[in-house]
């Protein structure tokens, strides 16, 4: 009887240990699925939200502008929602929604435009993951059908198509690159192609908050149009894996079409 229990003593030891090794594993895997949004910032990742899961990403952003009609304003909700369909791919409806423009100087109730701007629908594709010091790599697409309302309404389709990757080159840093072209509509019945660029460098001490600054660039930025050039830099936090909130302030470098100063604030969720 003694040996007998020795051995089933032995027995619940071994499946305890392995219980527990298995729980352990389970929940670092958990702990290191964390939200990994496409805002804030200027260029998108190459990671998907995952078969079966839907993310929502808005925001609030508020942009100032000085031109030959003077100066504007313009708020609006940029938002993306991704829908998983399997592990490598995802559907993407993504827009600036509600749009409000009006003149710094206006009297009230003059001087605006507002309405619904154009909505897209489109893909991300995961092609490879990062390995050996290799920067994972994912294709994003974009089209734009005829959308919006009221002085946001587009009668043309346009879209665009990036090559996404993300590489950790050190301990805490990473860069995101984006490489893409572009054909959009020129506001006059038209449209006119483009090239895309866009670079994230970014820094996280901890693995639930990151610090960035980005460059992105459009050439030509209109129908015979020059580059435009946007530069920004903030913070996100991510809270409880699935919840990110983030910050951003940016600036024209160049071109005609940037802001003169932008900020945004942000809410990323995921199911």
Known sequence: MQEFCLKLFRLLAVAITVQA?????????????????????????SSVVGKRRVQIETGLQHEYR???????????????????????????????TYTLVKAADAAPGAGRSEGLAPTSIGFKYHIADASAGQPSLAVIGRAFPPSGSRDFRTTRTSGDLRLAADWDFAPQWSLNPNLGFARYDDGGGGSYAA??????????????????IDVGAQTPEARNGKTAVTVDVGAAWVFDRNLQFDFSVGTKAAGQTPPRLFLAAGISQRF
């Not at 929602?81 to 993407?92: A, F, N, P, Y």
């Open 195 to 212: 090239g895309l660029l866009a670079v994230t460098l970014s820094y996280n001490p901890r693995r639930d908050f990151s610090v960035f």
């Open 21 to 45: 090794a298995a729980l352990a594993q389970a929940q670092s895997a958990q702990d290191g699925d964390y939200i990994n949004p496409d805002r804030p910032g200027i260029a998108d990742g």
């Open 66 to 96: 000085n031109g030959g009609g003077g100066a504007t304003r313009t708020l609006f909700f940029p938002t993306l929602v991704r829908l998983g369909t399997t592990d490598k791919l995802e559907v993407r409806l993504e827009g600036n």
